[in-house]
């Protein structure tokens, strides 16, 4: 019996060595070094430009493109638009989705339109970009802008545009 237990034993330390060494070679699976959380959030929009429109004042920016680290960016998820107005606090007005993930060809320039703005008065804006998992940006430049009326010539309607007509030559 006591060559069956020294077997046994010699048995069950050489697993526990296979079993270290195969936890040391084969590691969690992660194939690369930890990344901080500064460097996994997207790269901040410096970009963000503001302009009077019929609707209200439309705000456009470009995708960004890499991470705060450097890396190129796959994953990103969302867009979140913040508004302030003179002597109040800022306030969250819009979130737009990305879906493009995984697709051919992405979406590069994205705009938005605040409807809810008063003629005459000013507004500063900045937005915010969103990774799949959570990771957000440092808010964007601010833009600020005062509420003006559009006038019809400035912007064409495509419900009014009228082709003109050939005229031919002599």
């Known amino acids: 019996m006591n060559m069956k237990t020294s077997r046994a034993n010699l048995l069950a330390i050489t697993f526990a060595i296979a079993t270290f060494a195969s936890a040391i070679v084969l590691g969690c699976g992660v194939k690369s070094q930890p990344i901080p959380p500064e460097a996994a959030r997207p790269e901040k929009i410096v970009g963000l430009e503001a302009a009077n429109a019929k609707e209200g004042i439309r705000l456009s920016w ?5 991470y705060a680290g450097g890396a190129k960016m796959k994953d990103l998820g969302s867009f979140s638009i913040s508004r302030t107005e003179e002597g109040k606090p800022a306030e969250k007005i819009g979130d737009i ?6 697709r051919f060809q992405v979406q590069n320039t994205f705009e938005f339109i605040d409807g809810s703005t008063v ?11 969103s990774t799949t998992d959570g990771y957000v940006s440092e808010p964007s430049n601010d ?3 005062v509420r003006k009326k559009v ?6 309607n495509p419900d009014t545009f009228v082709v003109p007509t050939p005229v031919p030559l002599k």
């Open 62 to 66: 470009d995708r960004p493109e890499s």
């Open 97 to 102: 989705q990305v879906h493009d993930e995984g």
């Open 119 to 129: 003629m005459g008065k000013t507004y500063h804006y900045q937005v915010t970009s």
């Open 143 to 145: 833009v600020a802008i």
């Open 151 to 156: 006038s019809a010539s400035t912007e064409p």
